[in-house]
């Protein structure tokens, strides 16, 4: 038993700990090359843009984070 919480604790890397913002964002999504992926500077902003989607995620002073998802027709 304790094999398996020592196993449990252990402190796993992820893939995306190596990778830049706009790289990591990408892999999450799924998005293709030629979608387009905006981080700013400070990294509390992200605009993805696809064929048919226009994503804007923002994270607030308050900490509150604001989703807008406009679709193309």
Do not use: P, Y
């Not at 304790?2 to 796993?12: G, K, M, P, T, Y």
């Not at 989607?53 to 807008?68: M, P, T, W």
């Amino acid at each position: 038993m304790l094999a398996i919480a020592l196993v449990s604790c252990r402190d796993e890397k992820h893939e995306t700990d190596d990778m830049d913002d706009e790289s990591a964002i990408r892999k999450e999504m799924n998005l293709d090359g030629d979608d387009k992926v905006k981080v700013s500077d400070e990294g509390d902003k992200v605009k993805i843009k696809t064929d048919d989607k226009k994503i804007k995620i923002e994270v607030n002073e308050d900490g509150s984070v604001e989703k807008k998802v406009k679709i193309d027709d």
